[in-house]
């Protein structure tokens, strides 16, 4: 009898790091390119009202802090739950199929 390996179509970590550093360098790329976006905007002479308040107010900051976080946050709760699924669909099926490394 010869001995054949069998290589599974698919691998996946039990860890979900990996995964979760890919969503923070997504996330942290919108967000930088996002300020620059809003920054340009908000530099505009049309809006240069909007612009003075929202430097006078502190409510603003404290606003887009917490959004920015929320957004933060969601995603890598979303990024472990869908993780954590695949994790537990690979634990069922055959291990021609698919593995856990």
Known sequence: MTDQTVTPDYVVRES???GQLAAIT???????????????????????????????????????AIVAAGTFGVSLYKTYVKHARTVELVKRVDDDIAVLK
Do not use: E, Y
């Open 16 to 18: 979900s790091i990996p």
């Open 26 to 64: 997504r996330i942290l790329t919108i967000l930088i390119a996002g300020f620059g976006a809003l920054m340009k905007f908000l530099s505009a002479k049309d809006v240069a009202g909007a612009w003075v308040w929202m430097q006078t107010t502190d409510g603003a900051g404290f606003i887009a």
